[in-house]
């Protein structure tokens, strides 16, 4: 069983960055992805972002495409999700789970995900 904590949540301003990160535990990720989904009051959850921990192969949102990027670190068992240009409508809790993907080399935002992690607080406003 794998277990995710996420943090770098933070209150930012619209513009700025944050990096998330999402550290792993528990078993190797060689045959899983991860993804970022994401939360706001009263919507429902949204794919951001995932990852293909073995070959680093990336999809993301549209909404979030040319501004969001995210990458591993196999060493440190973590991925990050660097958040640049936010916006207000970036504000929800972010989440990161996995997605077993065994041989392939990519991942798929809207596939089953398990193993989810307890959440950060991203919040953009001036």
């Known amino acids: 069983q794998v277990q995710l904590v996420e943090s770098g949540g933070d209150l930012v301003q619209p513009g700025g960055s944050l990096r998330l990160s999402c550290a792993a535990s528990g078993r190797s990720l060689g045959f899983y992805a991860i993804g970022w989904f994401r939360q706001a009051p009263g919507k429902e959850r949204e794919g951001v972002s995932c990852?293909?921990?073995?070959?680093?192969?990336?999809v993301y949102a549209d909404s979030v495409k040319g501004r969001f990027t995210m990458s591993r670190d196999l060493g440190k068992y973590t991925v990050y999700l660097q958040m640049n240009s936010l916006k207000p409508e970036d504000t929800a809790v972010y989440y990161c789970a996995t997605q077993y993907r065994g041989y392939r080399g990519d991942c798929d935002l809207s596939g089953t995900y398990n193993s989810w992690g307890q959440g950060t607080q991203v919040t953009v406003s001036s």
């Open positions: 990852i293909n921990i073995s070959v680093g192969s990336t």
